[in-house]
């Protein structure tokens, strides 16, 4: 049978301390990786709610654009000037020779 061998107190301490710092390495791991789990639900939620006020406003956007439609006609807006130039429709005339 081999001869057992005893470590020295200053041994024994640098190897206490590798597993304490493993240990507490561990524990950080596992705390950061709840807290990004927690991080990214936030930012997902925020991003959910961003997304469906985007869709509101482009719902908004189209019904406005409709009524304003509906009053002016076709035309283009210029935000720069704010003035409004609707769209000459070409009036069908109808000639004698094309009754």
Known sequence: MAKEIKFT???VGKINQLR?????????LGQLSIEKRRRVEEVEKVEEGL???????QEQ?????ESLNE??????YD??????TPIEKAEETVT????
């Open 9 to 11: 107190k200053e041994e």
């Open 20 to 28: 304490q710092n493993v240990s507490n390495v561990f524990t950080q």
């Open 51 to 57: 997304h469906e006020e985007h869709k509101n406003l």
């Open 61 to 65: 956007e189209k019904q406005l654009f």
């Open 71 to 76: 009053k002016y006609g076709d035309g283009n």
């Open 79 to 84: 935000p720069s000037t704010n003035t409004f």
């Open 96 to 99: 004698e020779e094309q009754k």
